[in-house]
């Protein structure tokens, strides 16, 4: 029989990355498979094929399909009893889910499909890494360390080197929930030089965006910039459409704390078509996709548009309804920093709301790196300031308490600057002095000849 022999090289192709190739092997293949006469035989077959239609619709970023075809090789490693091809259609499907954003549904399937799976099969690993990425997603910083550390040590004792490179970039990007603004900055450096090597595009995406992220927070625009632009170029390769929005989001963001008004509005355009053209939902990856968006855009003054491409609040009307605390921990701070930037997106339209939402934001406690706690206090204070709030001047010293005393430099001066404006008689002085002088460095760090100076006066 030929079965084998076309068998083999549909797995061939998908090795190769030939992936729409792999793909209609399979589908050819499927109608000798069925003409078995033994039945087990013939659902291991079949389990087979649907799984490297699963494995190939995935990687070219065909959900559905990829979710049907794994859901049909489930369905026939049940029907055979094999627990390792029941393991592997079963992390398939986590994998689908984890890919669409929704962590939550991904993580029981991953995590039983990892502990079924022998450590040497093909699957064992992008289970692994998915696994601890919808962990690190979640706020399970602690599970997600240990996941990446066994795949790290199995990569290691294997000799695996792309598998190494995306373990320890994971891990990386879970000692930045602790480590300082300039030492996480120095390992994801690394991470990210290692992975371009490899061409690891998948694993640099988020270490680029967490080097865009940081680079802003301390006002080196111009890296933040290229590392955003970077990031976007990565994740049209990849067809990641949620790391696209957050990248030209940050992209903006940096044009705009340089007063590059024009380039900036063209950017954050861009990324608000992109944003109106996701799936509906509210998953993590979601919301820290547009919230970078959302602000640039309130900067821009089109409130509207920002608006528009918020997820809403969950369970409630946004302009009328009481704030809901999370339904589950805000562990990754996700539905915390969603009501910062909605305190600010109605800051004008609806005032009371806006404040109601921006303590809301301030009176809870986030286990994030110390730059996303700072910036979520930020958007909030700043959204106290625009409404008048009559207890600004305490909100501006929970930020003040909130922002690292290095590597956020951009956000101490913004800090400085809502001080100057709103904070207590005794501190608005020396807050004057601070934001010029942090304005003047930065200004002569970036070479803007001024430009970045009067952008952020006081």
Known sequence: SLLPVLLSQAELCLADGRLREAHQRAIDVRPQAETRLDSAERSRLASTLWSLQGQ???RMGEFTSSQDAWTRALNEAKAMGDPVALARARGGVGLVLAARG???AALQRLGRALETLPAGDPMWAPVGHALARCCLSVGQVDTATQTWRRVLEVAEATGSERTAARAQAG???CAMATASPEAAMASLARVASRLRVLEEGPSLLPVLLSQAELCLADG??????QRAIESDRVAQVSDHLLA???SLGLAASALLALADVAEARQIANEAADLAHSRASGTPPALLLAVLPVARALLALNCDDMARSILPPLPGEDVLTGAPQRPSSPDRNGAHTRLLAVWALALAHQAPDKSATLAWAALDTTLSTPPHVAARVSLDAVSALSITNDPGLALAIERAHALVPRTGTRLLELECARLTA???APDSVGPAKQRASALAALLDHELGAQGRFARRWSV
């Open 102 to 104: 929704e962590e939550q």
């Open 220 to 225: 080196r625009l111009r890296e933040a910039h």
């Open 56 to 58: 190939a619709a995935l």
């Open 171 to 173: 891990l990386v990007l």
């Open 244 to 246: 696209r929005i957050r």
């Open 421 to 423: 404006r709103g904070g």
